[in-house]
C-alpha cells in the first residue's frame, strides 16, 4: 500500500526558514514524479512545486519561486522543500503527492497524497 508521510513543518517567524520531509513507502518512489501543495483555511489546494523522476527538472509556483527549492533523495525514498524567506501568505497545510506520469502543477492528476504537516509564519 503506497504511503506518504510528511514531517518538518512548525512554527516559524516571518524571514525564517523550515525544511519539509516527504517519506515514501509501498510504490516505486523513484519512478514516480513528485509534488508539493498546500491549503490555507477556506483555501482550495495549490500548486507549490514539482520535480520530475530523477531530480533533474523541477518548477515552482510563482509565489515562491527564488524563495522555496524542492529536491529527492531516491536512495532514500525522501522528498523535501527547503522553505527560506517565509512570509506570513505561506502558512498553510502543506502536502506532498506522487504522479505516475510526469510533473504536473493539477492536484487532480496525482495518484498518491500524504496527510499534510501545518506550517505557520507569524509577522
Known amino acids: 500500500q503506497a504511503q506518504l508521510v510528511e514531517s518538518g513543518g512548525g512554527l516559524v517567524q516571518a524571514g525564517g526558514s523550515l525544511r519539509l520531509s516527504c517519506a515514501g513507502s509501498?510504490?516505486?518512489?523513484?519512478?514516480?514524479?513528485m509534488g508539493w501543495f498546500r491549503q490555507a483555511p477556506g483555501k482550495e489546494r495549490e500548486f507549490v512545486a514539482a520535480?520530475?523522476?530523477?531530480?533533474?527538472?523541477?518548477y515552482y509556483a510563482d509565489s515562491v519561486k527564488g524563495r522555496f527549492t524542492i529536491s529527492r533523495d531516491n536512495a532514500k525514498n525522501t522528498l523535501y522543500l527547503q522553505m527560506n524567506s517565509l512570509k506570513p501568505e505561506d502558512t498553510a497545510v502543506y502536502y506532498c503527492?506522487?504522479?505516475?506520469?510526469?510533473?504536473?502543477?493539477?492536484?487532480?492528476?496525482?495518484?498518491?497524497w500524504g496527510q499534510g504537516t501545518q506550517v505557520t509564519v507569524s509577522s
Open positions: 509501498g510504490f516505486s518512489f523513484s519512478t514516480f514524479a
Open positions: 503527492a506522487a504522479r505516475l506520469r510526469g510533473t504536473s502543477d493539477s492536484p487532480r492528476t496525482y495518484n498518491y
Open positions: 520535480i520530475n523522476w530523477s531530480g533533474a527538472i523541477t
